[in-house]
């Protein structure tokens, strides 16, 4: 495209987003949550509290609703994977991991495809 054809677009889609702004700043709905968001700001500031303890004061329990769930989600919780040993029929080479990320057998899996690959896994708990 030519820089004054993408120059042209530009042009386009500006003009297109300024009118869209212009509907959106006749909406009345629009309007009225600029004006409450204002005046609750101006009232957060006059009595120095922030939205969280409005939150606090509004629900108090919204802070014990969240610490379970991210008490679930500690990395100490979760299974520990299984030892996985892959035994190469081509050359007899052993490899035992816990994870995918191992350097021989991803080799192997390139060279082989990953499907064959784990077909030469046995599990060990």
């Keep these: 495209m030519s820089r004054l054809a993408e120059f042209r677009q530009l042009e386009k889609h500006l003009a297109e987003q300024l009118a869209a702004l212009e509907a959106m700043k006749g909406d009345e709905g629009l309007k009225k949550e600029v004006e ?22 509004l629900d108090p329990q919204a802070s014990t609703r969240r610490a379970p769930a991210a008490a679930g989600s500690k990395a100490g919780t979760r299974k520990p994977r299984q030892v996985k040993i892959y035994k190469n029929p081509h050359s007899g080479e052993v490899v035992e991991t816990k994870g995918g990320n191992h350097k021989i057998l991803k ?8 499907d064959t690959v784990e077909s030469w896994v046995s599990d060990r708990g």
């Design 36 to 57: 409450f968001e204002t005046k609750l700001r101006e009232l957060l500031a006059q009595y120095g509290y922030g939205l969280r303890n409005v939150i606090a004061i």
């Design 107 to 114: 080799d192997w899996k390139a060279e082989y495809g990953s």
